[in-house]
């Protein structure tokens, strides 16, 4: 590969896990992971990590404030399967057990530059009242084997889940040669999805 003729292009990413809003709950930590298209492969950082445990601070907005940083670069050839980062969030219930507190999933943005997202988070529930009780008799409640599945359309239509609490990330992006092999990213967020067809779908519907 020769810098006037490339033949893949690169997506830097770094930023931070930066707070989180859950209502209710406290002293949380998060894990994250990166889901992507078959086209790409993590060049340098890190794919997966796991935050320290916070505490709701004493503002009146109650954060949990994470300041957990990401730094990760892909090459791939091809758009398709845009990057997504899969954020899950863990606590204690009553009886001390780690339990799932919400999973949730963004893309990572197209366009250069700083940017803020607030996810919307969610967790899964049992599906009938026998269910919940024995999971609560239990002190494990509804959970994923895999977190990536949140990024993932396949069965996610027959799974049940209550929404519960945000995750706010920062991200500072930066694209190496994409203009160079056709692709666009200079504009606003919007413009991108009609240079980069199909990244706005989550990977794997």
Known sequence: M???NPSVFLLMVN???ESANFPGYDDLY???CFVYGHDWAPTSGLEEGISQITSKGRDSC???VWNFPLDITFKSTNP???PQIVVSVYGPDAFGNDVVRGYGAVHVPLTP???TKTIPMFVPESTSRLQKFTSWL???RPEYTDPKVVAQGEGRDVTRVRSQGFV???FNIVTKDMKKLGYDTTSTEQAPATHLAGTEQPYGT
């Open 2 to 4: 020769t810098s006037n």
């Open 15 to 17: 930023g931070q896990i």
């Open 30 to 32: 998060c894990k994250y």
């Open 62 to 64: 109650q954060r949990l």
């Open 80 to 82: 398709f399967g845009w």
């Open 113 to 115: 530059g700083r940017h």
């Open 138 to 140: 239990m002190g494990r």
């Open 168 to 170: 706010t990330l920062q």
